[in-house]
């Protein structure tokens, strides 16, 4: 008889965002002429760019010609993206390797499966709140998670604790769901720590497009001694409005190389190649052929209009929690702003208030571990039409 993995006896019965899309559809369903603000899911509103939709155009009709027409491509992702990504972080002050760079359909995908390079007896550790995707994937596979505190007090940002032993190590930056950003000492801290204990840090920077300060760092390969230790992932969804258009890209450096048991050695990136390999057959040659656009100087001028864009709501959502005198981190150099529910409320009941109430959607910080129950997250990603009357409708709350 087959057996099933059990391990998924051990995760909630549907993914943060399912819930949340179903309770929502639920009340539109029920409420028909009410109109229900998103702020969610941090899903992008406003259209590709013009160069990015150009490019994209310009290879459907390569595809139309046997002359340019393209099959299978190789699975880590075309040259001329891979070399593209590899000088838009030269650009930011980091070397990378082209063939460090691994070409996906985002950072949620690949968050998860880089758990197959890992022996499920090693030790996880995560910052609790936390993006689900990291704890659920681990639990499937049944490895051991470890968590520390994200609190007010340590500014949502925990930092390495000797004490605490951990091989793998997942950190986000800007956070999921609380927006806080590590300084480059509190990298370099937590990269000293994966070093001194033969740990790997798995490194989320899918919103280092909303890092505003210069002093602030977007890749934590741009700290001394990452590329022993580190693994970066990042994403087109929120730089340049990929969230339907998947693609994003991960960074294996080939100085991360582990003893084996039998004495020998194995490196991450010759893995995560056979892996992908194996198991994928790489983007979309058109996606890709968009993607490339986003990196060029051009590209990434519209890109960083767009995000501009979310900028000015999340300065509009930010500046509504200063006046209702609510506490919050984010929303300067990230899209999400988090903050305490009102009236001390669990956060399930808050998210329920404000869908009756005046039909706003947010996300409710217990999906995001324990140190959430009493937070909830809101996202910039709406037009700023939206974005004002959502706030003006939360004011009401308060009245
Ligand atoms: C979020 O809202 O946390 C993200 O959009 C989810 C994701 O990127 O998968």
Known sequence: MAKLNENYLNIKQSYLFSEIAKRVNDFCEANPNKKVIRLGIGDVTLPLGSLVIKALHGAVDEMSKAETFKG???????????????????????????????????????????????STDNVVLVPDPVYPVYVDTNIMNGRKIIYMDGTAENGFLPMPDENVKADIIYLCSPNNPT???YNKEQLKAWVDYANKNGAIILFDSAYECFVADPELPRSILSIEGAKTCCVEFCSLSKTAGFTGTR?????????????????????????WNRRQTTKFNGVPYIIQKGAAAVFTVEG???????????????KLI???????????????????????????????????????DIQVVGTPGAGFGKNGDNYFRLTSFNNYENTKEAMERFKTLFK
């Open 72 to 118: 299978y491509g190789p699975e880590q992702g075309y040259d001329f993206l891979r070399n593209s990504i590899k000088d838009y972080y030269k650009r930011n002050g980091v070397e990378v390797e082209a063939d460090e760079i691994f070409v996906s359909d985002g950072a949620k995908s690949d968050t998860g499966n880089i758990t197959d390079m890992f």
């Open 179 to 181: 927006g806080a950003v």
């Open 247 to 271: 693609c994003g890209y991960t960074v294996v450096p080939k100085a991360i190389v582990k003893k084996t048991s039998d004495g020998g050695e194995l490196s991450l990136n010759h893995m």
């Open 300 to 314: 990434m001028e519209e890109a960083k209009a767009m995000i501009d864009t979310y900028r000015k709501n999340a």
């Open 318 to 356: 930010s500046d509504t929690m200063d006046e209702l005198d609510v506490k919050y981190t984010g929303g300067i150099n990230s899209p999400y702003i988090w903050f305490e529910c009102p009236f001390n409320m669990y956060s399930w009941n808050f998210f329920d208030k404000m869908l009756n």
